[in-house]
């Protein structure tokens, strides 16, 4: 199990380095960035000037090991348009958006699950098709419209809860449910399939004539084979979940990671952008292994011998 | 004494999304301690239906009727599902067919096995291990102490199988119920379990059910047996009454319909049942089995036939007079004589039709991410030549290699050394058109090798759309005329793959690759999805095209008993090598490789009382990707010495159509 996990983390250092190349290329080939920071009414020599103060001039891969090598040291630059280190962004604006994710992410798991395996108890039945069509329902609304309809909803017409700011946890009730009902009709389609499968699978027969009643045979022996693939699937929903946060902070004017990404990009802030990049890359890429060791600790023939 | 289980009049009706079918009606036996009672029949008899009717399994909705069904004093009719729970897994046990599937992939062994007396008794931790260690041991495995904490996917499907006996003993039950529990497993494999089942049986004093499609383990192994037939016992009795002297013409097609060596000439025409296990959603009327019975007439359309008793320990369910049923001598006469198809001239001089030039494969597997690949050896250095007329059967267990084989012959997988050459041409330098109009093959699995979007017509007029042969009016008449040749309705015509049979489907497969005119045809397990009596007519047919069309085969499969039956030349494979050929005759009679006559020795025939003979091979089949050193067979045979450990054995010559791979040869003559 030790051998697994260290082989994952060193796959994921591998891809760490990959994606940060990747972030470091595609900004810094995709436009001048000496002419991002200079402004659309810059003149020629304000440019040439800033390319020089800035560095710009230097070859690109002496370029990318020097952020590279500022990474490791916790040096993340500075910031063109806040004017101060992106680490201290990054230490400001981080905490709002763990918390969107996380409630995001425990809405999914919560009702996704739960109407997953409910689901699957009876297919064909009510509580069935009720699961799926709240899944089909869920997967066709967008995002921003679902938030706009409940700021509505429960923001002004039932004014039970506040709509906009990050300073309280009620605040991030709405945010979260819209944010997480995102991801519910995949963590749900794929826990009903998981689930039906299981249970008319030989072992769960086997279960049945060892004499297990039917919640025994839920719990101890048909739950832990159907989390397997939506496991694989919550990771990669948590990653969909920063990036979605980009769209929920701005509508429900959170001040979050999200939003700094936003704002970055609108302001050609270069540093932050790369560090946001990368930095969703990196939590995206710890998670694959959470996930990954998970489903090793769950399923004895993913460990790799 | 009152038997331990007391089955009566049991019916069971199921819920389907038609409305109701009975799946079983009026099915009655007993079964006492220490008693083997075997329930054969082939798909839809009704015979797991009946078992998961005992257990209480059946799905919500179902009914289950009967006079009596009762175990030891329980009546299991009023139980609740509360108090069957309490039986199952404690006092009656069952076992399945698919030890790979049936033990639950996320839990040690240890933890499976100690769940169930946890839950009956109430025991838990040291003295459950202990317990489970214990039956471990009893079942035959090594290391059952270690074996605890291993998983499932760590052991073999035969050491599952034990663990699944073990695990069912855990609380001691009355009564075991097996349901086909040697079906997915290799033909030595299936011998060790079908004994330590009777071992354990004898010594526990157990009641025993053995539910099985296969004659021979039913035979063997049982006291008494049940012959089900659409969902009634149709003939029941001491196993030796009813397999020696069968008085229902059922129970009589059956087993005319197994090629029995001794009983039937090699290549001879085998009894088979005309027509098809008629669906349970028939509305049936007067005997089950009166449309596909040769002496039906019109009493055995009305009403419905009672079971009647033959002698004391006989009963049928017939309404002809006993006396013109026991004379069944002239089915069995015209059985016997065969019309000989075996005559097909075969010139071992003959330029071959397709041959294999120490032909290898090997595939390279990565077992872990950052593990490099390891070479896999499924064929090692083959050498066979396939002359016309011929019927070369490869045979071997699963992972021999012998489907890669067939796959390297058919041009579909080339060799990584040596080279395949069809009609002295390298196969590789042929296009696909020239391969398919002389190469053709039938698969196993007549369910899935069938595109189930076109009609039976289109599928067997391809081949001649894709090679442009003739006009589309031509092309009909073509297929019209090989559909009568292997026996399909015309009507068939528009039909589509779902709505026919297994054994049609595998008609259909034969037309489409007969429609070619081709020389040789691949037959990769053609019959073993198919049920007994359709197998006959399978294997009949393959034999009356051969001599009609002057065809050539290949059979790849691991029954020994369809080899014997219609294979000229048999090519024994282990581990990707060939370790014994011979024409059929003298490998039946003279087998000479440990291996080879273990494989012959595993083979059951229907032979009542007879015993399941001791095939003892040590050790599990070896995993090929770290193959065995010297002879791969040393770490299984009994007559190893240390050259086999060291040195791999080439084939030797012992007569001119006989060569077998061992170097203990010489040393067995003596």
């Not at chain 2, 007569?655 to 040393?667: F, G, I, R």
Request: proline letters at 5%; charged letters at 20%.
């Amino acid at each position: 199990m030790l051998k697994f996990i260290l082989k994952r983390l060193a796959l994921g250092l591998a891809v760490a380095f990959t994606v940060s190349l990747a972030t470091f290329l595609l900004l810094n080939l995709a436009a001048d960035p000496a002419a991002m920071v200079a402004g659309e009414d810059a003149t020629q020599d304000a440019i040439e000037q800033i390319r020089v103060q800035f560095g710009f001039d230097r070859p690109l891969y002496v370029r990318f090991f020097e952020w590279l090598g500022n990474l490791m040291t916790g040096d993340f630059g500075d910031s063109y348009y806040w004017k101060q280190p992106v680490f201290d962004l990054l230490i400001d604006r981080a905490p709002v958006t763990l918390t969107l994710a996380a409630g995001a992410l425990t809405v999914t798991v919560v009702v996704g699950l739960t109407l997953g395996v409910l689901a699957a108890l009876k297919p064909n039945g009510w509580l069935d098709r009720f699961a799926l069509s709240f899944g089909t329902a869920a997967q066709a609304i967008p995002n921003f419209w679902l938030g706009l309809i409940l700021i509505i909803l429960l923001g002004v017409m039932f004014p039970i809860l506040p709509v906009s700011g990050d300073t309280s946890w009620k605040h991030f009730v709405l945010p979260c449910l819209v944010l997480g009902t995102s991801s519910v009709p995949q963590v749900l389609r794929l826990t009903r399939t998981g689930m039906i499968e299981v249970l008319g699978s030989d072992y769960i027969r086997t279960a049945r004539a060892k004499g297990f009643r039917p919640r025994q045979i839920l719990f101890r022996h048909a739950l832990r084979n159907a989390l397997l693939p939506v496991v694989s699937v919550i990771t990669i929903q948590i990653g969909y979940k920063l990036g979605g946060s980009v769209i929920t902070e701005t509508v429900f004017a959170l001040n979050g990671l999200g939003r700094l990404a936003y704002e970055s990009i609108l302001g050609a802030d270069v540093p932050t952008v790369q560090m946001l990049v990368f930095f969703f890359a990196l939590i995206f890429i710890v998670l694959s292994i959470l996930g990954d060791i998970l489903n090793a600790w769950l399923d004895p023939r993913m460990r790799v011998e | 004494m009152s038997a331990l289980l007391e089955v009566q009049d049991l019916s069971v009706t199921l819920k389907i999304a038609e409305g109701e079918m009975t799946a079983v009606r009026d099915v009655s036996f007993t079964v006492n301690r220490g008693e083997t009672l075997g329930i054969v029949g082939e798909s839809g008899s009704g015979k797991s239906v009946s078992s998961m009717a005992i257990m209480g399994l059946l799905p919500k909705g179902t009914r289950t009727e009967a006079t009596t069904l009762r175990l030891g004093d329980t009546d299991l009719l009023t139980a609740t599902e509360e108090q069957m729970a309490d039986l199952r897994g404690n006092k009656i046990a069952m076992i399945f067919q698919e030890p790979m599937t049936s033990l639950n992939p996320v839990y040690t062994i240890g933890r499976q096995m100690t769940e169930l007396m946890q839950l009956h008794k109430g025991v838990s931790g040291g003295a459950a291990r202990k317990r489970a260690v214990e039956l471990l041991e009893k079942v035959g495995i090594t290391a059952a102490e270690s074996r605890l904490s291993q998983y499932p996917h760590q052991l073999s499907g035969g050491l599952r199988q034990r663990v699944m006996i073990a695990m069912m003993l855990m609380n001691d039950p009355e009564l075991i119920i097996a349901d086909e529990p040697t079906t997915a497993l290799d033909v030595t494999i299936q011998a060790q379990i079908l004994n330590l089942l009777k071992d354990l049986q004898t010594e526990l004093n157990i009641g025993l059910i053995i539910i099985s499609h296969d004659m021979g383990v039913v035979a063997r192994v049982s006291d008494k047996i049940a012959v089900m037939y659409a969902g009634q016992v149709i003939e029941t009795g001491a196993v030796a009454d009813v397999l020696r002297a069968p008085v229902h013409p059922y129970t009589q097609g059956l087993l005319e319909s197994i090629p029995v060596p001794g009983q039937i000439e090699p290549g001879g025409e085998l009894g088979s049942i005309p027509g098809l296990v008629p669906s349970l959603k028939t509305n049936f009327k007067g005997c089950r089995f009166a449309n596909r019975c040769t002496r039906a007439h019109e009493a055995c359309q009305q009403g419905s036939v009672a079971l009647q008793s033959a002698s004391d320990s006989q009963a049928y369910r017939c309404v002809l007079p006993l006396a013109e049923l026991r004379d069944g001598t002239s089915s069995l006469a015209a059985r016997k004589t065969g019309d000989g198809s075996y005559g097909v001239g075969i010139d071992m001089a003959s330029k071959p039709l397709l041959s294999a030039n120490a032909a290898e494969c090997t595939f390279r597997v990565k077992q872990g991410m950052f593990s490099g690949a390891k070479p896999l050896r499924a064929v090692d250095n083959i050498s066979l030549d396939l002359r016309k007329g011929e019927v070369v059967a490869v045979v071997g267990e699963s992972g021999c290699g012998k489907s890669t084989l067939a796959r390297m012959l058919l041009g579909l997988q080339d060799p990584t050394a040596g080279q395949i050459s069809l009609d002295g041409k390298d196969i590789a330098t042929l296009s696909n058109m020239e391969k398919s109009r002389k190469l053709q093959s039938i698969f196993q699995d007549p369910y899935s090798s069938l595109n189930p979007r076109r009609t039976i017509g289109e599928i067997i007029r391809r081949p001649l759309k894709l090679h442009g042969v003739g006009s589309l009016a031509e092309q009909q008449a073509k297929v019209e005329a090989i559909m009568e040749r292997v026996g399909l309705p015309r009507n068939f015509y528009h039909n589509y793959p779902n709505q026919l049979s297994g054994g049609q489907r595998q008609r259909v497969a034969i037309a489409r690759a007969l429609i070619l005119n081709p020389e040789i045809v691949v037959c990769d397990e053609p019959t073993s999805a198919l049920d007994v009596s359709v197998q006959a007519q399978i294997l009949n047919l393959l034999l009356k095209l051969r001599a009609e069309m002057g065809l050539t085969y290949l059979l790849i499969t691991h029954d020994m008993a369809v080899v014997e039956h219609i294979a000229t030349r048999v090519v024994v494979m282990y581990l990707g090598r060939v370790v014994e050929v011979a024409d059929t005759r003298t490998l039946f009679s003279d087998p000479r490789h440990p291996y080879t006559r273990a494989l012959l020795k595993s083979v059951l025939t229907p032979e009542p009382g007879a015993g399941v003979p001791n095939v003892d091979l040590g050790t599990a089949y070896p995993n090929p990707i770290n193959p065995p050193t010297g002879c791969t067979f040393h770490p299984r045979c009994e007559l190893a010495s240390d050259i086999c450990k060291a040195k791999s054995p080439v084939l030797e010559a012992l007569s001119e159509t006989h060569q077998s791979a061992c170097h203990m040869l010489e040393k067995e003559l003596a």
